[in-house]
């Protein structure tokens, strides 16, 4: 009962963020999307939507390296190498979860620092 009254919850969420996205996709630029597709990669994680959320990450670590955007770089890596972890695939989940630690310490940014650190030693055990 819990999940499915979370699931209803998060449904109006994802009609808005859909809306968001069709706009900035027509008339935002490519950051201001990712910016965005980060959002949507959390709401499809929280539903369960491993794949569409592999896709959205995917495609905001492209644009975050091509437009050399460290803070989502940091953040679409962590994502990243969360679903790894889920699969079991802790090598790669490591790759991402250094690559996060790299970006958040470029900036300086506390939090990714942490959240980085703890999820690569979670790996370890």
Not at 72 to 81: D, F, I, P, V
Not at 100 to 110: D, K, T
């Amino acid at each position: 009962a819990d999940r499915e009254r979370w699931h209803g919850r998060l449904q109006p969420a994802q009609t808005l963020l859909n809306e968001a996205l069709q706009l900035l996709h027509d008339f935002g630029d490519e950051t201001d999307l990712a910016y965005a597709r980060q959002s949507q990669a959390t709401l499809s994680l929280a539903l369960g939507e491993y794949a569409a959320a592999r896709e959205h990450l995917q495609a905001v670590l492209a644009v975050a390296e091509s437009h050399d955007v460290t803070y989502l770089k940091g953040s679409a890596s962590n994502g990243l190498a969360m679903l790894a972890s889920n699969e079991g695939d802790l090598q790669t989940a490591e790759e991402f979860y250094h690559a996060s630690l790299q970006a958040h310490r470029q900036i300086g940014n506390v939090e990714g620092i942490t959240g980085a650190l703890v999820n690569l030693g979670a790996c370890r055990f």
